[in-house]
């Protein structure tokens, strides 16, 4: 009996340790290939930069994911996007924007009061930290479920003595 209880704490253990590192790793990953793109639409359009390369399905993923994830530059808010001489943003920092046209200077000047003010990287550790809770919760049952099935199978073997 004891056994059972040390492999269940053991696998209980290592499950939410790795659903840890798989959320640590998740957030890396989406902050390490965002930030390269944001950095090269930045650098192209904000920076004016000719010799920076970006293709069009690159322009709409920076836009896109800014508006599904009602965000604004990749850190800071909209401040990522401005400089002293530049104060439009893309299209996709707005909450107006439709999801169609995007300016041929790829950037556009937005009302403040419809412009999301938070940047991507905070956006998709708040949404990273509330699937955190779900993973949590659902590893959780899970484990649950084990024990209890590790219990009907120690009752059925003990009975199988037993008769």
Known sequence: KQWYQRRVAITAGIVVILAIVKKQAFIDATEEAAGTLFKTYKDKFVDDDQSVEITDTEILAV?????????????????????????????????????????????????????????????VKDLADQFGVTTLIIVASVMAFEILCLIAACCSKKNDHIA
């Open 63 to 123: 836009n896109s994911a800014q508006f599904i994830f009602q965000c604004c530059g990749l850190t800071e808010g909209p401040s990522y996007w401005k400089t002293e001489s530049q104060t439009d943003v893309p299209p996709g920092c707005c909450s107006d924007w439709n999801g169609e046209k995007i300016p041929d200077s790829k950037l556009e000047s937005c009302v403040e009061t419809k412009m999301y003010q938070t940047g991507c990287t905070e956006k």
